[in-house]
């Protein structure tokens, strides 16, 4: 199946990701106030394009299936992780002005020119392929810390966010759907599904690595 087979291939940025300072840090309840102040706000640009990207893989691809997948994505983005970040922006004191003056990191940008990419030279399936590394990393990783929490207040409702049940069997959901497209594909749109996961898996390890190091353009 398509999904196993991507894990498996993309399984050193997985473990890279679980084993990241940035979530070691939130784990403990250690992370520097400015690093998650930092993944936020890129976070916010990265959260704004998934949701766009959500919208046009619906458009452009002929599968209800897709459409229906990419409609119900949207709509618990935007209820769901979009709505938090926005409290915890308050809570954060990061104000519009903050936002609009804090670049884009490199990171950021290239994982989102990424994801376009893939819908662009590809196809909608490949671009759903390239999209699911995102949820189902945050999935696995919420699963994996929520036994133990975080004594942080703000970083344990970060890791609540994603370890619900909900989040799990929407999960699966997209799992599904991918695993029957890759098998109704050709073998390149194959290959194409299969590197846009591990991009995209490798840019999630680097996402990390951009917040635990404030990247910047210099």
Known sequence: MFTALAREKANRYWEGSFQHPFIQQLHEGTLAPEIF??????????????????????E??????????????????????VAIRKNFFEEL?????????????????????????????????VAVAGMLPCAWLYQEIGTRLIEKGSPHALYQRWIETYAGEESKEAIQVERNLL?????????DEQEQMLAAFVISSQMEYAFWEMAQTLETWD
């Open 37 to 58: 102040r930092y993944y936020l706000i890129q976070d916010r640009y990265y959260l704004e394009h998934f949701g766009k990207l959500y919208q046009l893989i619906g």
């Open 60 to 81: 452009q691809s002929d599968r209800s299936e897709i459409k229906a997948l990419m409609a119900t994505n949207a709509e618990h983005l935007a209820l769901g992780e």
């Open 93 to 125: 004191g990061i104000t519009e002005d903050e936002i609009q003056n804090t670049a884009i990191a490199p990171t950021a940008y290239h994982y989102v020119s990424h994801m376009y990419r893939q819908l662009i030279e590809g196809t909608p399936n």
């Open 179 to 187: 695993d029957q497209l890759y098998n109704e594909s050709s073998s």
